[in-house]
């Protein structure tokens, strides 16, 4: 115990004149920047934004008010994008992390050697006419290869592609439940209930149709199947 207590933890001193005690700084700052950039990465990078802006679009279908509450959407949502990104983490771990750990790379290279990975990944669901948008802005040549495509501009294109893809899913989630509230309307003018909401009424038919059909089972595996 006492041994522990009397490990020396390294100085982090900005002003030193020691060039090797700067580096080591510098490398702790841009350590602790991309770790506080970490949740921009994961939704911006990875499946999380298109599955969880469908679960969202689930809950408000249903008008369920908030349930399932945002931490079980969200929450969902990680867990889903772990599966769906489980064989791009295990690449990056291979080419990137394990290395840099033993040594082998530096962290320029491991950089370069994780980016690939998710370029792969990013670029298969990545509109062309999106990419296009952000390299044709930035006065970017046609790239030859995946490895020409700057992640300044695959980044954007790729989180609006993302976007696209989750409304258009959202969209054909909406049209049953618009369906039943369109019908539960009707019937209401037609009994000359108007005074009387018809989300109220229509909730529970929405609730039965969605048990019924399984509604989760299908969502989710058309979030699979999507990618």
Known sequence: MIDLLMVEIP???????DPANLTSTVQLLLLLTVLSLAPGILILMTSFTRIVIVLSFVRNGLATQQMPPNQVIVGLALFLTFFVMAPTFSAVNEAALEPLFEGELSQEEAFEAAADPMKEFMAEHTREQDLALFMGYAGQEQPD???DIPLTSLVPAFAISELKTAFQIGFMIFVPFL??????????????????????????FKVLLFVMVDGWHLVIRSLLLSF
């Open 145 to 147: 290869s995946l490895d």
């Open 179 to 204: 369906v039943i509230d369109m019908v539960v309307a009707s019937v209401l003018m037609s009994m000359g209930m108007m005074m009387l909401p018809p989300v109220m009424i229509a909730l529970p």
């Open 11 to 17: 100085a982090l001193d900005i002003f030193s004149d």
